[in-house]
Nanobody
Framework: QVQLVESGGGLVQAGGSLRLSCTTS????????MGWFRQAPGKEREFVAA????????RYADSARGRFTISRDSAENTVYLQMNILKSEDTAVYYC????????????????????WGQGIQVTVSS
């Protein structure tokens, strides 16, 4: 069974930074495009960022572009989401997701394109 394990969430003041991490098995990681989504209370889950299997291509939601950076480390089987200049509207549960057997340059951005999901981790930004 594929497991994605997120870490790095917590409480931060507006303007601060957090780095989320998501680790999975090597076989899954090397074959997958990886993405981050989030869900705020009372809202639908939304796309945040994604990185291709090759790590050459990334994609961001408008709300994340310029403040967030997604990256992946094949040696650690980990995908990261560096979040800077955090705002109260970034408060949400953040989910890591994997699109298995993705093409090298494919960067999916819809949640129904992903095969595996983490359990989610809370990020709270206080104003």
């Amino acid at each position: 069974q594929v497991q994605l394990v997120e870490s790095g969430g917590g409480l931060v003041q507006a303007g601060g930074s957090l780095r989320l991490s998501c680790t999975t098995s090597g076989r899954t990681f090397s074959s997958s495009a990886m993405g981050w989504f989030r869900q705020a209370p009372g809202k639908e889950r939304e796309f945040v960022a994604a990185v291709s299997r090759s790590a050459d291509y990334t994609r961001y939601a408008d709300s994340a572009r310029g403040r967030f950076t997604i990256s992946r480390d094949s040696a650690e089987n980990t995908v990261y989401l560096q979040m800077n200049i955090l705002k109260s509207e970034d408060t949400a549960v953040y989910y890591c997701a994997a699109k298995y057997y993705a093409g090298s340059y494919y960067i999916p951005h819809k949640d129904n394109e992903y095969d595996y999901w983490g359990q989610g981790i809370q990020v709270t930004v206080s104003s």
